[in-house]
């Protein structure tokens, strides 16, 4: 089987074709500019391959209502030329075949849960950290969507009583992307996250910002793997920061050996690594294919 997967971010596309084991055979990537040039460029590197299904994962918001008169529109986004974009409806002008749509986040949720940190479980959660906060939710085998689809880089977290960034989020200041997400760190100590030391202050703010957003994520999902993606989490010294950070907020509360014994298996990083989120779209077309849309 030869499934499609275009990774949709706001500042570049990855396109790759792979299989059902989620094997990548070839990708390419390019910047996200205006949307004519983009589906020029997409259709260009599909031309004359014979696929199975396509996956689109892709920044948003986005509408993932197959109800809605928009549904496979990127919606209200800030990104110049590309709000209301029917990205699935210019996709089936080209490609004749079963195609999946949903969040970045949350196909890379599904590609964890189908191939990776999470393979066998019924559920995870997976947030990256990059420019920006991203969560994608998959409980009780579905990927989650409700009214639009989940946001939850934005809740909010309770201020580190030392740290005075006033956060940069244009909605909310200080919620959990307007403190911890790379462009917080970059204002808030004048360069950016890869040339802080491993020992620098940054990383236990940061520890301090995301064990928040997990044990908010633990409280409320009771997800069975968090996996931790993005830029910032390259900074691999993070990890055993978050899980104290959460072992001691909940504070024994959550009575599970993944949380008291086996922690750093729970809270870990993507296992397809930098592809998690190419790999989402590849989940993302499978899962179509197989649901026979
Ligand atoms: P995007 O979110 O655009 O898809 P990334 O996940 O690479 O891309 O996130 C980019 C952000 O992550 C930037 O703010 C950058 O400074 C930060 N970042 C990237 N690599 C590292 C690193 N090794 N250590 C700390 N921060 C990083
Ligand atoms: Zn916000």
Known sequence: MRIG?????????ICGIGNEKGQIEKKISFPTESPEIVFEKINQFFAGEQLDALGVGTFGPIDVNRKSATYG????????????????GELKKQFNMPIGFDTDVNGA????????SAQGLNSCVYYTVG?????GVFVEGSLVHGLLHPEA???PVKRHPADSFEGFCPYHKDCLEGVAAGPAIEKRFGVKGHELGKEHEAWQLEA????????????????????LGGGVMHQEQLFPLIREQVRST???????Q?????????IIPPALGDDAGLCGALALGLQEYKAGR
């Open 5 to 13: 997967g275009i990774e949709a971010g706001g500042t570049k596309i």
């Open 73 to 88: 529109y990127i919606t209200s986004t800030p990104k110049p030329g590309w709000k209301n974009i029917d990205v699935l």
């Open 109 to 116: 949720a599904l590609a964890e849960a189908t191939w990776g």
């Open 131 to 135: 420019t920006g906060v991203g969560v």
């Open 153 to 155: 880089g934005h809740i």
């Open 208 to 227: 301090y910002y995301l064990g928040q957003a997990l044990v908010s994520t633990i409280l409320l999902l009771s997800p069975e793997r968090i996996i």
């Open 250 to 256: 909940l504070n024994g509360y959550v009575q599970h």
């Open 258 to 266: 993944m949380i008291l014994e086996q922690i750093d298996q729970y």
